[in-house]
């Protein structure tokens, strides 16, 4: 039985809370919750490299001052966030990208992050979400509010 607490976000959703200047937005109030609850993150070593090059690239197209770029990931380090990489992940990713026909294995890193450690996936990939929702219950889409 899952109970679900743990969460396993991807690197978009970290990487719109560490975009986002608003301290009362919707993502900043997930985050709050999770933190508040302290349900433990995991996430494969490949968010950061993710996170890194989000920011990298707003910065290269001038959406992000570039001092920011070095905030930006000091502040993703200090999410807490377990770092999960070995040969057994890397064979259950490629399975989950084969099994929902997925273009690269990168989002079933996630995928079996969240399943090894029986956690809410957390994303804003509404492609991915609808690759695999129906039948991976513990897929989360995150929708920010219409403001």
């Given at each position: ?64 001052p570039v001092e920011d770029v070095e905030t930006g990931l000091q502040l993703a380090h200090r ?10 992940l890397h064979r259950r990713a490629i399975a989950m990208a084969r099994q929902w026909r ?46």
């Amino acid at each position: 039985m899952n109970n679900f607490l743990t969460i396993c976000p991807d690197a978009n959703l970290v990487a719109r809370l560490l975009l986002n200047d608003n301290p009362d937005a919707d993502i900043v109030s997930l985050w709050k919750v999770w933190h508040t609850a302290q349900y433990p993150l995991v996430a494969p070593t490949l968010i950061f490299y993710e996170v890194s090059n989000v920011l990298h690239q707003y910065a290269r197209h001038g959406r992000l001052p570039v001092e920011d770029v070095e905030t930006g990931l000091q502040l993703a380090h200090r999410l807490n966030i377990k770092l999960i990489g070995d040969i057994f992940l890397h064979r259950r990713a490629i399975a989950m990208a084969r099994q929902w026909r997925l273009p690269a294995t990168y989002d079933a890193h996630y995928l079996a992050v969240a399943e090894r450690y029986q956690a809410q996936f957390w994303t804003t990939d509404k492609r991915l979400v609808s690759a695999v929702g129906a039948d991976l219950n513990w897929v989360n889409l995150w929708l920010a509010a219409p403001e």
